[in-house]
């Protein structure tokens, strides 16, 4: 592989090292053609859906059940092996939707929320799969489509559709393009394989160093502690706090302190607040420490983030601490939220965990030396996940670098 000018900026070379063609550049419809053949007998009953970061996969495996019947199905197109589907859903993997390859071995049937497209050239469709998950059309997208009603979709007529442009190599340049990426998607899988893995064992490692309900004792210990754990209520070691409430119009889109929802915390803040706004509350109204396991009371329930104490400041009620005594520490509190039973979550549309529910919830626990063991093992596989989760994320950048040489 190496530089280039004009359309590609990464090229490959034939194997007696000759330059390959200039690409040629066609319109969608001379590569595509679309599929309308419906399910009108309802003889094919695997339905499948479009997932940008899956790709085409049965809709059962997707949502764990199925959302069309087999009575509603027969309006769905039939897709065959190595077929395309374009769905208009954006999302952070795939902001102009995702457009891929059905490789399934028999056919299915999708949405007719979805255009279905068969390659005209058959020789085509591995090429044709790394293109799109490229942003090499996404420009045209943008500059010819719209979001339309709803932000969430984008909207294009089949004239503006079938009028992206496709830049086509020859068929050898295609599969060295298809080899080299099917390689790294290899390596891609294997590293979030390893995530996977590592996040499998830390769960089975949770369920055996925490007392199964109505035991005293963990199945798996640490040398040198014996004896059973101790049965509390949180609200016998501690009490539910929560920082002053916010309201909107003492936030902005800019700003000094970042302020952080539900929704957000743990990541990119929601909103800011000045300052002065910041050291009043703070000096006045309660805030957690350094350290503080914040957790989520609403919408994610138990989504726990460690306070870094850094400032800034966090929604009232909906993202709560415990305020404890010395007979539990922090690094332990966190992963004994991820086991817990919670007393009661109410609430029918919006799940909600109120302080009283929390204090009323019962834990076993440990001595603090106990807890401590546990936590330094448990935070060493947590720092190996983030780790190798890193590793992942980097993998993908990379990916979406070499997509962006080979193709825009």
């Known amino acids: 592989m190496t530089p280039a000018t004009g359309f590609q900026k990464l090229r490959f070379h034939a194997d007696d090292g000759s330059e390959f063609p200039e690409w040629n550049k066609k319109k969608l419809s001379e590569v595509f053609s679309k599929i309308t053949r419906k399910n009108v007998d309802r003889k094919i009953e695997l339905v499948l859906t479009n997932s940008a970061e899956h790709g085409i996969i049965p809709q059962r495996e997707f949502f764990d059940k199925d959302i069309a019947s087999v009575e509603n199905i027969d309006g769905y197109y039939i897709l065959n092996p190595n077929d395309f589907v374009y769905n208009p859903r954006k999302s952070k993997a795939a902001p102009y939707g995702p457009f891929q390859c059905y490789y399934g071995e028999i056919p299915g049937v999708v949405s007719p929320l979805y255009t279905c497209l068969h390659p005209i050239t058959k020789d085509c469709s591995q090429y ?11 420009r045209f ?14 909207s294009m007529t089949d004239d503006i559709l079938f009028n992206i442009p496709v830049e086509i190599p020859c068929l050898e340049e295609q599969q060295k393009i298809a ?7 290899k390596k891609i899988s294997l590293q979030r394989e390893r995530v996977e893995t590592l996040k499998e064992q830390k769960k089975g490692l949770l369920q055996k160093m925490f007392p199964k309900k109505g035991e005293t004792v963990p199945e798996l210990r640490f040398p040198g502690f014996t004896g059973d754990w101790e049965q509390r209520k949180l609200g016998d070691i501690g009490s539910v706090a929560m920082c002053r409430r916010i309201f909107k119009h003492q936030t902005s889109e800019s700003g000094e302190i970042p ?17 002065e706004l910041f050291e009043e509350f703070k000096a006045k109204y309660p805030y957690p420490d350094k ?10 329930i138990g989504r726990t983030v460690e306070f870094t104490g850094e400032n800034e400041y966090f929604q009232d009620s909906n993202i709560v601490w415990l305020k404890h005594d010395k007979s539990i520490i922090n690094p332990f509190l966190r992963h004994l939220y991820s086991v817990v039973e919670w007393a009661g979550i109410e609430g029918s549309t ?3 965990l109120y302080n009283d529910n929390i204090l009323k919830t019962e834990v076993m626990l440990p001595s603090v030396q106990e807890q401590t063991k546990i936590a330094e093992m448990l935070d060493g596989i947590d720092s190996l996940i983030t780790l190798h989760q890193r590793k992942l994320e980097t993998m993908q950048e990379i990916k979406k670098g070499l997509l962006q040489q080979m193709f825009v």
């Open 179 to 185: 080899d080299f990426l099917s390689a790294y998607d």
């Open 128 to 138: 044709l799969m790394r293109y799109f998950a490229s942003a090499a059309w996404h």
């Open 259 to 275: 302020f952080f929802k539900i929704g957000t915390f743990g990541g990119e803040p929601d909103a800011f607040i000045t300052c």
């Open 141 to 154: 997208v943008y500059d010819n489509g719209s979001v339309g009603a709803r932000h969430d979709r984008v």
């Open 291 to 300: 350290g503080d396991i914040l957790i989520s009371a609403s919408g994610s």
């Open 350 to 352: 919006i799940k909600r």
